[in-house]
């Protein structure tokens, strides 16, 4: 069975859930505060005559019902960068603060890695991997362009994350947004449910598990590390979550998320998982008018 | 000896260089301070690298050097050349501090010069790399570099980040 009709048994308001993602999403800006403040890039917007709306969970994000970011005046300084307004949820749930060390396991394109950046005033260290030679280009220009100078790009595979360039020092937080079946993407990107398969879910869960595994292994201990996916398969979400809470020292713990979300789910196809994934939270786009998404919360154990 | 694949942090001045061609951190402030007027303090706590021939990067850590990642910081100046050549993405983000060899440029101006174009202009100080500004929001803001030379500041800004912004 194929999304969005898998979903289903989980999802409370099915036929609006299913509405939802036939819609398309308007494009989405964040503030790049290394660069530019709120109310600059409401002025510089109000100047090239482009209209936004307000966020009301964020102030940094705005909503362009009518264009796409990328041709004005304070996207080519860098006082703005496109990101979809679930995107922006990880970075501020890991909430990084300046001067401290920070792993981005899968960073590519670079809207998360910047945020981050931001978050942390530009001051400590962002660590910014990703294993696709292409989408390393994409995430340069991006750090570039937002004005990061904390940003470090290395080119591995995440799952064999190496510590040593920065002379074996462990992160104080990692985000690990994987590489997954992009299924919250539908409204952006109408192909997501045509290229989706089964055996794809299964394959790119093992990775996830791999990735979120290295991911608290390379954090100290009290170390925080956020995991999410723009998707709504358990299989590479909570069953992840139940995954690496068995094999490594860590839990899930609780956050604020202003946005309506439900709770992860404990059971799947006659799978149950730890009870804790719970706290992890789903966002579906029927709630907020926004894309998909997943994100839970890791302490590393002490 | 210079390795194109890994970045070594510059030195500090001429005493402690082991390669010669290599620029030192006191010339790149010196360099900023005597072009520019930035005053060297403005890259306090930044850490200035080196990978491949005179291309220098600005980044804002101090890993052990030499560090064999894809990027690091910004790039930031073109060295080994007759003269030396900052950034897009360096005068974006520090040439605001800069008080001398800065033009400054009227909207149409300014949009000309994102889109690529040469422009005939009027400049009454040194020939060479200048720091472009333009209103935006009601601030001077840094737009790029360009290149004033026989009357004409030529745009400097790479193909990829050119952009039609006449609205």
């Known amino acids: 069975m194929e999304p969005p009709e898998r979903y289903r048994a989980i999802v409370d308001d099915f036929e609006a859930f299913r509405a939802a993602c036939e819609r398309p999403l308007p494009s989405a800006i964040r503030v790049n505060t290394l660069k530019a403040g709120v109310a600059d890039v409401r002025r510089a917007l109000d100047e090239a005559g482009v209209s936004y709306e307000p966020v009301d969970w964020h102030d940094e994000l705005f909503v362009l019902p009518e ?8 996207y080519f300084h860098g006082w703005i960068h496109g990101q979809e307004e679930v995107s922006a949820v990880p970075a501020s749930v890991l909430a990084p603060e300046p001067g ?23 001051r400590g260290e962002v660590v910014a991997t990703d294993n696709n030679l292409g989408r390393i280009s994409a ?8 004005g990061a100078t904390n940003v470090a790009v290395t080119h591995e595979d995440a799952r064999n994350h190496s510590l040593k360039p920065f002379g074996g020092a462990e992160y104080d937080r990692a985000l690990v947004d994987v590489p997954c079946s992009c299924e919250g993407t539908i409204r952006k990107n109408p192909d997501a449910f045509d290229e989706w398969s089964l055996s794809h879910v299964r394959g790119i869960s093992g990775v996830q598990k791999d990735i979120l595994e290295r991911a ?3 954090t100290v201990e009290g170390g925080t590390v956020v995991y999410s996916t723009c998707t709504f398969a358990p299989e590479e979400n909570e069953a992840v ?18 946005l309506d979300h439900r709770a992860g789910v404990t059971e799947w196809e006659g799978a149950a998982f730890d009870p804790s994934v719970r706290l992890a939270k789903r966002i579906y786009p029927q709630f907020n008018d926004t894309g998909g998404f997943f994100c839970a919360k890791l302490e590393v154990g002490q | 000896m210079n390795d194109s694949t890994k970045f070594t942090r510059l030195p500090a001045s001429d005493d402690d260089r082991a390669e010669p061609d290599r620029a030192t951190r006191e010339a790149v402030l010196d360099f900023w301070e005597t072009r520019f007027g930035v005053p060297p303090e403005t890259f306090d706590g930044h850490t200035f690298w080196e990978r491949g021939k005179g291309k220098l990067w600005c980044y804002r850590g101090e890993p052990p050097s030499p560090v064999d990642v894809e990027a690091l910081g910004m790039t930031f100046l073109r060295t080994r050349q007759e003269h030396w050549k900052p950034t897009l993405e360096a005068v974006q983000r520090f040439g605001e501090h800069a008080t001398e060899c800065v033009i400054h440029l009227s909207e149409s101006e300014a949009e000309a010069f994102v889109a690529g174009y040469d422009q005939e202009l009027d400049w009454d100080g040194d020939w060479g790399y200048l720091v472009v500004t333009h209103d935006l929001a009601g601030r001077r803001e840094p737009v790029g570099v360009g290149l004033y030379v026989y009357g004409e500041l030529r745009s400097q800004v790479p193909k990829g980040r050119r952009r039609d912004l006449d609205t």
Do not use: I, Y
Not at chain 1, 100 to 122: F, I, N
Not at chain 1, 139 to 146: A, C, I, S, Y
């Open chain 1, 67 to 74: 264009d796409s970011p990328g041709a004005n005046w304070p």
């Open chain 1, 100 to 122: 401290e060390r920070v792993w981005d396991a899968c960073a590519a394109p670079g809207s998360k890695a910047t945020q981050l950046a931001a978050l942390m005033d530009d």
């Open chain 1, 139 to 146: 995430l340069r220009t991006n750090t570039e362009r937002l």
């Open chain 1, 216 to 218: 608290v292994q390379a």
């Open chain 1, 241 to 258: 979550l139940d995954h690496v809470l068995e094999r490594e020292d860590c839990e899930l713990v609780e956050f604020d998320l202003p």
